[in-house]
């Protein structure tokens, strides 16, 4: 039965709203919710649709070029030219077909990053927190609220901890709303409705519960969203110079098919003939796809990508990470492993060791060796209890293993609870009623709990050792409370030092007891006079892989950052077992002394500094704009809601697929969705690769193209027969511009792609010495081999001002088109590498290179030597002399291209 939903539900109490969702506090099972989807629908608004395939087909045709030549093609039926008609015809539908199988990979690569990088939200079913993609929420669900959470649905809020939402995206309103539970008049409006949270909104402070309400286009966002909306689209640089080489060229081609169509006309070649002829010169020579070109290897490299777990977001970031010089990356869950064991506690001037690995509460308590039992210990026992108290994190098993829900931080201390016996039971005996959330600008967080058998709340304080000392006044001993001394301050200092040191991430641990609390806490206020507990030392192991993804940044002339909220000496300690320190190059700096030093003086080292410790999201943002102004193209991580600043203002943005908030991931330019820095690594390389292989795509196209309207040029204006006929440069077009250009678009990245310096972006795609190497002296070597070899086959009487016969032009037209195509594959294979020689640069690495030359081989021989064929054609069987020709010509213009590729790899090498 459909629920109804037409309600003023912020009128409503809490339980009336439970009840009429048909829900509860531990949320929907798994099989109401699949009903309710199937009721209610996804929880989207209706955008744009995917392009279908029959448009992306139809879409071939919608260049002039190829209208034009169907219209006069159709018109040369009519006249009787049948054949010529029917073949053009059928190598424009093949060229068409190619077209749509790139943009329809093109389409199905970005319609499936869609979906990679859709949001998600926590909601809780089955009495258990899970993380699904917002569309698949539905009316009842019971949504989870953190800071740096976007609202996926309208919900009635039923449990909140200081929440604040900034409605500025639904009603405007600048300031967050601080948000309550307690019912509201019917005829409250809908910025006024401060029990209630909106989709589309944010959570900018604090945590709270809602029942969803509302999906999809019944939300208040939905109800003034258009139905369908235009997603802007996002022109690229290398697209712009892509369009601004295409239109350069475009006027040059048009300009010599319309020179060489008139001159034909005036010497006596029929009208609709030269027509035909023109407008296949034309659509042969005239560019029209390289931006789409670019846009779908850009796409599909995307697609590469996030089957490599990195989720790009933006079109223009794939061509920016080929740039990348330097990442600035977070350490925990990034550099190293994220998961946290406690390993140390310090607890009454002693040091208590605890064994066990990952998340099964499984392990022993140590004091100098000898085991001990933590309940015996009242301080000790207390501080584990009160580490699990002040946390949000969930343990649980599952998939045959213990795994943690929430903060990988405090799943540590859960679990350090856990081994001496703390569980849920004991734990549920202090119900949480309020709390001061963690920020990176707090470094601490608070929260309050009633206490068994006593009218007292508990307050219980974690966060960096210095931060929480500053806080507290007492520290607690055998049981009672005891003056804390300046003397004891130093001394417990003096430990987390040393056991950060030794790589340990350290937490604080306080409490007092308070006999109420006020209605609107203040944390200057209340966050002071705490007694001191002790500390809990994290071990978070570094991964393997990033040691040698940061020697990988090395080779490629790739600086490596690490950024961490952590003690300095951890940090440090980190670094060094990953080889990001050294003896000569280790300068590490605090935030705190960061904001004690001058921007300008901060800009003279910024290049020297290669660990931050203690840091804030707002230094992050000094940190890149410093990076920046020296000319670096800067890739910088973060998870928190605080760090979007700092991704927006980097080149590469990226966030954490894992651990990030919804608002840094909208912000990103990039997610991992491992949260690995050798993913970033990878995607890099992979940039690299892709713009590579565009500028291996052009490099190729753009030599033929040259040089076949070259060739045309100067053979009309030499007074020579049309070199070939319209069929033919058509046919030239398809076997050559077609499967191979596209194969050199998928070629794997080259050996030393991580050995060369960064890219700079404002670069032009070609230096001046590969311009004049592969666009002028190799258009004329091979414009000048295919003349050659026409001049020598065609006859004396041919040679000169119109005096020739058509039937005696075949032969040279057939040596001719066998040449150009040889000629046209051999610099294919020879565009594997642009800056190494063949055998230097695994040859048969793309197996799609070499099936696509085979085919056009194929093809042009079956053109030869099906007699069916000739005529439709205009060729016949090639004589051994033609392929003699052909082969020699086809490795000349092979070694020329070699050499000049040998001249040019020396200037690209190792940074």
Not at 447 to 467: N, Q, R, Y
Not at 854 to 883: K, N
């Amino acid at each position: 039965m459909a629920l109804q939903l037409d309600i003023k539900w912020h009128s409503l109490k809490i339980n009336d709203v439970i009840e009429k969702l048909g829900t509860s506090m531990e949320g929907l099972s798994e099989e109401e919710a699949k009903k309710r989807l199937a009721t209610y629908g996804f929880n989207e608004i209706k955008r744009e649709k995917a392009t279908p395939a029959w448009k992306i087909f139809v879409k071939q045709f919608e260049n002039v070029l190829i209208l034009l030549l169907i219209a006069a093609t159709g018109f040369s039926l009519l006249i009787g030219e049948v054949l010529d008609a029917i073949v053009i015809f059928a190598i424009v539908i093949a060229s068409a077909l190619l077209g749509f199988v790139q943009e329809y990979r093109s389409e199905k690569a970005v319609q499936l990053l869609k979906r990679l990088a859709a949001p998600s939200a926590t909601v809780i079913r089955e009495g258990r927190e899970k993380v699904l993609s917002s569309k698949d929420i539905v009316p009842g669900d019971i949504v989870v609220l953190r800071a740096g959470d976007r609202v996926p649905a309208d919900v009635r809020l039923i449990e909140v901890y200081n929440l604040k939402v900034d409605e500025a995206p639904l009603t405007g309103e600048s300031v967050p709303v601080e948000k309550n539970v307690e019912p509201l008049p019917e005829d409250t409006i809908v910025s006024d409705r401060v029990n209630m949270a909106f989709s589309g909104t944010v959570v900018t402070y604090g945590r709270g519960l809602g029942i969803v309400v509302a999906t999809g286009m019944n939300t208040e966002f939905g109800k003034i969203a258009k139905t369908v909306q235009e997603e802007e689209k996002i022109e690229t640089p290398l697209e712009r110079r892509m369009n601004a080489v295409g239109k350069w060229l475009t006027i040059f081609a048009l300009s010599v098919c319309a020179l060489v169509a008139l001159l034909g006309i005036l010497r006596g070649y029929e009208l609709i003939d030269m027509i035909l002829w023109g407008i296949s010169l034309a659509v042969a020579a005239v560019p029209e796809a390289l931006p789409a070109v670019v846009t779908g290897s850009l796409a599909i490299g995307m697609y590469e990508m996030a089957k490599r777990k990195a989720i790009v977001r933006r079109l223009p970031a794939v061509e920016t990470l080929g740039s990348t010089s330097i990442i600035c990356a977070d350490k925990t869950g990034t550099m190293t492993k994220g998961e946290m064991t406690v390993k140390k506690i310090f607890v009454e001037d002693e040091i208590v060791e605890v064994s066990g690995v990952g998340y099964e509460p499984k392990g022993e308590f140590y004091l100098e060796r000898e085991k001990i039992e933590p309940s015996k210990i009242e301080t000790l026992y207390f501080l584990l209890r009160a580490g699990a108290l002040c946390n949000d994190a969930k343990l649980f098993f599952e998939g045959g293993r213990w795994c943690i829900s929430g903060d990988t931080t405090e799943g540590a201390l859960v679990v350090a609870a856990k081994k001496a016996g703390i569980g849920e039971e004991e734990l549920s005996k202090y119900p949480r009623i309020n709390e001061i959330p963690f920020t990176s600008e707090r470094k601490r967080m608070t929260t309050l709990h009633k206490m068994p058998d006593s009218d007292k709340i508990l307050a219980v304080m974690k966060g960096a050792p210095e931060v929480v000392l500053e806080r507290c006044k007492w520290i607690l001993k055998n049981g009672k409370r005891a003056k804390l001394t300046e003397e004891e301050r130093g001394k417990i200092l003096e430990v987390n030092e040393k056991m950060a040191s030794e790589a340990l991430r350290n937490l604080a641990i306080a409490y007092k007891e308070v006999k109420s609390v006020p209605e609107k806490l203040d944390e200057k206020e209340f966050e002071k006079d705490f007694i001191f507990l002790g500390i809990e030392g994290m071990i978070d192991p570094p991964r393997e892989e990033v040691k040698d993804a940061i020697r990988l940044c090395k080779e490629a002339g790739i600086k490596v950052v690490m950024i961490t909220g952590d003690h300095k000496l951890t940090a440090v300690a980190v670094a060094k077992e990953l080889g990001l320190l050294s003896e000569e190059d280790n300068l590490v700096l605090t935030g705190a002394e960061l904001e004690s030093i001058s921007e300008e003086k901060f800009n003279e080292i910024v290049e020297k500094v290669k660990v931050y410790a203690r840091v804030s999201p707002e230094h992050k943002t000094m940190i890149v704009k410093a990076l920046k102004s020296k000319g670096y193209v800067v890739a910088m991580t973060g998870d928190g809601i605080n760090d979007a600043a700092a991704l927006k203002m980097a080149d590469i943005g990226v966030a954490m697929g894992i651990t990030g908030t919804e608002v840094t991931k909208e912000t990103s330019d990039m997610i991992l969705a491992d949260d690995n820095f050798s993913t970033i690594v990878n995607a890099v390389k992979e940039g690299r690769r892709i713009f590579d292989n565009i500028k291996k795509y052009l490099t190729y196209l753009l030599q033929c193209n040259i040089s076949e309207i070259a060739m045309m040029l100067v053979a009309t204006l030499a007074g020579l027969p049309l070199p070939l006929t319209a069929v033919q440069i058509l046919w030239v077009n398809l076997t050559t511009d077609g499967l191979p250009a596209l194969a050199l678009g998928i070629d794997p990245p080259e050996e030393d792609v991580m050995r060369r310096k960064p890219r700079d972006p404002k670069s032009s795609l070609m230096s001046r010495r590969e311009f004049t190497i592969f666009f002028i002296i190799i258009p004329v070597l091979l414009t000048a081999i295919l003349l050659t070899n026409f001049l020598l086959t065609i006859s004396t009487e041919t040679t000169y001002f119109m005096t020739f016969d058509e039937n005696e032009l075949i032969e040279p037209r057939t040596e001719l088109l066998t040449v150009m195509i040889t000629c046209e594959l051999m610099i294919a294979i020879s565009c594997h590498s642009l800056s190494h020689p063949i055998v230097r640069s695994q040859p048969f690495s793309n197996k799609y290179l070499w099936l696509a030359i085979a085919s056009s081989l194929a093809l042009q021989l079956l053109v030869l030597y099906v007699p069916s064929l000739h005529e439709a054609f205009g060729v016949t069987y090639p004589t051994i002399e033609d392929w003699m020709l052909g082969i020699l010509s086809a490795l000349g213009i092979f070694a020329a291209v070699e050499i000049a590729k040998t001249v040019l790899g020396k200037k690209n090498r190792k940074p």
